[in-house]
């Protein structure tokens, strides 16, 4: 740990600054770099994150060491700020304390306000402001928030002595409220504070400075920032960092106020002034979304003077970041303070349009625009739209938030939203709220969208939604919530818990059903930063595509080939099914061949139409793979077996014989794979033939095909060895009977540890490997890939495993087989044929960004991933080459 513990900042100058964002928070560091940078900034200073981690150490302690820096700093700022002392009696200086990791976390802990107000310093302030009210009304919010944040009193206790009052007045805002009243107040909220904590309020400003500090390193540990560190897969932080700043006031009166703004509209990414801003409020009122604010444009009537400053430091902050940026300001007395800038979250819509435009402002170059956007962030891009053609038509509008189209079953609590996807999973749902807060994070998740009657554009919702390319509509006053009866009622209708409802976050429309929604497209700034990707990156992106539909999708978004198409999907055709499974039943090499000519023609339409969708990119086509019993009905199903039995003439007894046959007590380790065509040849040779046949029609007709066919499951290499002297056999044959010759390759997946393994042997055979992740980190783990669900939360919540290794690739262990499996493979290929091996990888890993990253950095030629991922594989594929 450094020797400084306490960093300074106010006025011109700072001790520290923008860059030392791991040190100082995010938001500490910002202040830092306003100051450097001449933006008016209430001076304070910034307690660094080693400290939290310090504080931890010591069993939540602050470090000795610290104490009589925090007390230096606290000098410094008062000098700073006009010679006010901390506390003072007469005419006190007031400090707010909040936390700030390097990583923006929203809502991680709420700020404590107004810090520094005690029984005589209430009375100095309300003399000194002439405004006994303001003081007062001070000096309750610090009670609320000090008791509820740093000392685990309940906000909702306090929220009832403030309406139990204003009930007693006959008075319906906080606003009417008289001094007395608040002075009332004051004694009331204190009450709760001593019924709760057992002492009285602290009427020592250092002693509620020195708590609110230890407040905030323990909500580093609380529930909202572990579940939201979760979500986010936020690693390796040292803690929190907190910081005290100088108060300023945006509800001294009419002269006063408090914003938050972009500097470019978050949600399109247009270059607009974007925000909202409240007179007589403090910075909370925006943020929690109580009272629904004014546009920022409004403030050019209201303050024309302050509204000009503010322009000119939104100017000068995105020349000097770079980027856009989101502000926190107050307005006291006409004078205007700047709490916060930070780089502001965006959808993935803005952030494709404001690195596109900024690149154009020469601001900054196409490769800063490519490694700025998130990969997963395009998701928002790639997300359907509602159908503009639907006759459902809006009932309420709202505040366009986020945007997007989703429609969902209402729940009204993010419980009520984690206990529906547990019983449902997958069901769409719509939580539906009057605003959210940190705690909800986990439902919001969970929700295909977010409806919020009040709250505007920073909002809680509106901030978490756009973070995650969520749809979301906020601030909507026509819809009215009675959660504890279940129902909305919107617009005179009443709908309750479980009913559709739409929401379209681009527009702020609600409507009441649930509406259709319809495909994407690539077009305009997105398809201009997908081109600067291609420029930098290596590898190349295909698609996962059994469907010449899908792969049309797919390369409508850039796939330069099909890196696996799944046969077997194929097989579930309607037109095939039955033939299928007269081909399983018979017990005859001659039944089964007569039943797969049956299927032979499709297949080969199949393969045709993906060949000609492709038109001359590679296309990978696996042989059949899953264990057979998964095209029979089910053991328990008799009327299913009853149909099958009836379509292709057989008894049920003789299907329920094969089903229990072919049962198998592990599936995914049993008949399957490049086993099923050892036992069974005739089905392999079928589908060897189908793809050459189909690979000879379309070079007929003038296209050009590279097709490669697939032998899935490989751990031996005889078994390659066999398989592949059969297809070259059979596509000679093909090749012959029609007189024309066609390129084509044959290669495996590795997919099992002992393929990666022994992946010199198989090399000398196979003249491409595709790492099948899915099955390879099954079989490494020992984790069923259909069976995790029972144990994967614990393991992610006991950091037993850093995140899903089905999701993003398990660097440390499969990694390491893939590494393996590379290196010996390319090594044997070329000492024995004197060829690149070809290298990709088709689990569902290929279109996560981290699992590019390492895709690109051992080396694969290609990654696949579903069509709908191959922009995000684009994107992180370059990122990966962009990076050092
Ligand atoms: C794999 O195992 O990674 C793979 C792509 O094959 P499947 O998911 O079809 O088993
Ligand atoms: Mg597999």
């Not at 797919?554 to 080939?561: I, M, Q, Y």
């Not at 044959?733 to 590795?750: P, S």
């Amino acid at each position: 740990m450094s020797q400084k513990h306490v960093y300074s900042f106010g006025g011109k100058t700072a001790d520290g600054n923008g860059k030392q964002k791991e040190l100082l928070g995010g938001k500490g560091a910002n202040l830092a770099e306003m100051c450097l940078i001449g933006i008016p900034v209430p001076p304070g200073f910034t307690i660094t994150t080693e400290v939290c981690a310090a504080y931890y150490e010591a069993g939540k302690k602050i470090p000795e060491a610290a104490v009589p820096e925090i007390d230096a700093a606290v000098t410094k700022m008062e000098a700073v700020f006009g010679g006010k002392k901390f506390g003072d009696p007469a005419d006190p200086l007031l400090v707010s304390v909040r936390s700030g990791a390097a990583l923006s976390m929203p809502g991680m802990m709420n700020t404590i306000l107004n810090l520094g107000l005690t029984d005589t310093s209430v009375e100095g302030l309300a003399k000194k402001t002439g405004n006994p009210r303001f003081a007062y009304d001070s000096f309750r919010r610090l009670i609320d928030m000090f008791g509820s944040t740093a000392m685990g009193c309940e906000h909702e206790d306090f929220e009832h002595e403030i309406h139990k009052l204003k009930e007693e007045k006959k008075v319906k805002l906080d606003t009417d409220l008289s001094a007395d009243d608040l002075k009332e107040l004051v004694k009331r909220y204190k009450a709760v504070y001593k019924k709760h904590v057992g002492e009285d309020f602290p009427n020592d400003p250092r002693k509620q400075l020195m708590l609110s500090i230890n407040a905030v390193f323990n909500s580093w540990h609380g529930h909202k920032a572990v579940e939201y560190r979760r979500i986010e897969r936020i690693t390796g932080l040292k803690g929190t960092a907190v910081n005290v700043q100088a108060m300023v006031f945006g509800n001294m009166g009419e002269s006063s106020g408090t914003g938050v703004a972009f500097t470019r509209d978050p949600n399109t990414g247009e270059n607009v002034f974007y925000g909202d801003y409240l007179i007589n409020a403090q910075g909370e009122d925006v943020v929690a979304g109580i009272r629904t604010p004014e546009p920022i444009a409004k403030l050019e009537e209201q303050m024309p003077k302050v509204y000009a400053q503010l322009v000119e430091i939104r100017q000068t902050l995105e020349k000097h970041f770079k980027d856009m940026q989101d502000i926190e300001f107050t307005v006291q007395d006409g004078v205007l303070y700047m709490l916060q800038t930070r780089n502001g979250k965006r959808t993935g819509t803005a952030a494709v349009k404001i690195a596109v435009d900024m690149v154009k402002e020469k601001l900054i170059d196409e490769a800063t625009a490519v490694k700025r956007v998130n990969p997963d962030s395009l998701n928002h891009l790639l997300q359907p739209q509602l159908d503009p053609k639907s006759k459902i038509k809006p009932v309420a509008q709202g505040i366009a938030a986020s945007p997007g189209g989703a429609s969902g079953k209402i729940v009204l609590s993010a419980e009520a939203a984690v206990e529906h996807a547990a019983k449902h999973p997958g069901d769409p749902i719509m939580l539906v709220r009057k605003e959210t807060s940190p705690e909800d994070v986990a439902g919001m998740h969970l929700a295909r969208g977010i409806l919020t009657s009040t709250g505007g554009k920073a909002s809680h919702a509106a901030v978490v939604a756009r973070g995650w390319g969520k749809p979301c509509v906020v601030g909507c006053e026509a819809v009215k919530i009675d959660e504890k009866a279940g129902v909305v009622v919107i617009s005179g209708q009443t709908l309750k818990a479980g009913d559709f409802i739409t929401i379209n976050g681009t527009t702020g429309d609600v409507m009441i059903g649930k509406v259709e929604t319809i495909a994407p497209s690539m077009t305009g700034d997105f398809s201009t930063l997908m081109t600067w990707a291609d420029k930098s990156r290596k590898l190349k992106i295909r698609t996962n595509a059994d469907s010449p539909a899908d792969a049309l999708k797919a390369r409508e978004f850039g796939a330069e080939g099909i890196g696996l198409c799944r046969t077997e999907h194929m097989f579930f055709g309607e037109d095939r099914i039955s033939a299928v499974r007269e081909m399983i039943l018979s017990t005859t090499e001659e039944g089964r061949k007569k039943a797969l000519a049956k299927i032979e023609p499709y297949q080969k339409a199949d393969f045709v139409g993906i060949f000609e969708a492709m038109d001359g990119f590679p296309v990978t086509i696996r042989l059949l793979d899953p264990p057979l019993h998964e095209f029979l009905p089910q053991k328990d199903n008799k009327a299913g077996a009853e149909a099958v039995a009836k379509q292709i003439g057989v008894t049920v007894e003789k299907i329920f014989e094969r089903v229990e046959e072919l049962h198998e007590m592990n599936p995914m380790m049993g008949f399957r794979g490049c086993r099923l065509p050892l036992v069974f040849p005739e089905i392999g040779d079928m589908q060897v033939r189908a793809i050459i046949e189909a690979a000879i029609e379309v070079k007929k007709k003038g296209k050009s095909v590279l097709p490669e066919i697939m032998i899935p499951l490989v751990g031996i290499v005889e078994e390659l060895i066999i398989l592949k002297k059969r297809a070259i056999a059979v596509a000679e044959e093909a090749m012959a009977k029609h007189g024309v010759k066609v390129e084509y390759q044959i290669g495996t997946m590795i997919e099992l540890p002992r393929a990666a393994l022994t992946a010199d042997k198989i090399a000398e055979e196979a003249e491409f490997f595709s790492f099948g992740t899915n099955d390879l980190t099954q079989m490494t783990f020992g984790f069923s890939r259909d069976d995790i669900k029972g144990f994967m939360p614990t393991y992610l919540a006991h950091k037993i495993l850093p995140v899903d290794p089905f999701q993003s690739i398990d660097v440390n262990g499969v990694g390491q087989l893939i590494e393996i499996g590379i290196q010996k493979g390319r090594k044997s290929r070329t000492e024995h044929h004197k060829q690149h091996l070809k290298v990709g990888i088709c689990g569902e890993h290929g279109g996560d960004p981290d699992s590019v990253h390492f895709c690109h950095k051992v080396g694969m030629d290609y990654v696949s991933c579903s069509p709908f991922r191959v922009p995000i594989a684009r994107l992180a594929a370059a990122q990966a080459a962009l990076a050092k």
